[in-house]
């Protein structure tokens, strides 16, 4: 299968700032990329789903100025918190879908992210 | 009434046991299914994918869809500890829909 990264793996910052997480696809062409939100013993949440060179489409209910999604390439999207709160804190995976596995999508490891 | 329901469980089965999961969906627009193994505070990792209702076996995991019946499986032959995680449903038409994942542990 493919290989998706995620950087940090884990982000303790204060209350108020911004946070940066990088998804990266690193042995294919990610032209669509996903971002998910998990709570601890739940399933995954869709945040949004992007597109290369496109604007991210997000799911209801979520915040598209809080959560800014960036996919200028084909191989990195990017996910910024902006001024984060304690209730923003969760595990923040992403996964990517592309030539070939355009009916697959493979995951990162996720960023846990600690708003204290 | 969710569109995949999988029962969280937890499972509990001792080495060398057949592990039995399922989930069943209310929308039958959905084409692709797919079962993920998900290790404590780990991303998801890709077991198995199927697009058609039938059996597909890969080593030691067998995965059954059954369409008509919205109902899809997934079975672990021969089980070992390091099989102990959550496993989670999921299925799509253009985005993923999970199921809330089953928690697994397999005795030594």
């Known amino acids: 299968g493919a290989v998706v990264s995620q950087h940090p793996s884990r982000v303790i910052c204060k209350s108020g700032t911004s946070v940066k997480i990088e998804c990266r696809s690193l042995?294919?062409?990610?032209?669509?990329m996903f971002w998910y939100r998990q709570f601890p013993k739940k399933s995954l949440m869709l945040m949004a789903t992007s597109n290369e060179g496109s604007k991210a489409t997000y799911e209801q209910g979520v915040e598209k100025d809080k959560f800014l999604i960036n996919h200028a390439s084909l191989t990195l999207s990017t996910l910024t918190v902006t001024s984060a709160h304690p209730e923003d804190s969760s595990f923040y995976i992403c996964s990517s879908s592309g030539t070939p596995y355009n009916n697959e999508q493979f995951f990162g490891p996720g960023t846990r992210l600690t708003v204290l | 009434q969710k569109e995949v329901e999988q029962d969280p469980g937890p499972l509990s089965v001792p080495e060398g046991a057949i592990v039995s999961l399922n989930c069943t969906y209310s929308?039958?627009?959905?084409?692709?299914f797919m079962w993920y193994r998900q290790y404590s505070r780990k991303g998801p990792e890709l077991l198995m994918y199927?697009?058609?209702?039938g059996n597909k076996e890969d080593g030691r995991f067998t995965a059954q869809v059954d369409k008509s019946s919205k109902y899809i499986s997934l079975f672990i032959r021969d089980s070992q500890p390091s099989d102990s995680a959550t496993y989670l449903c999921a299925m799509s038409r253009s985005k993923l829909s999970f199921g809330a994942g089953t928690t697994v542990t397999v005795r030594a």
């Open positions: 199927t697009y058609s209702s």
């Open positions: 042995d294919f062409q990610a032209t669509t």
């Open positions: 929308n039958s627009a959905f084409q692709y």
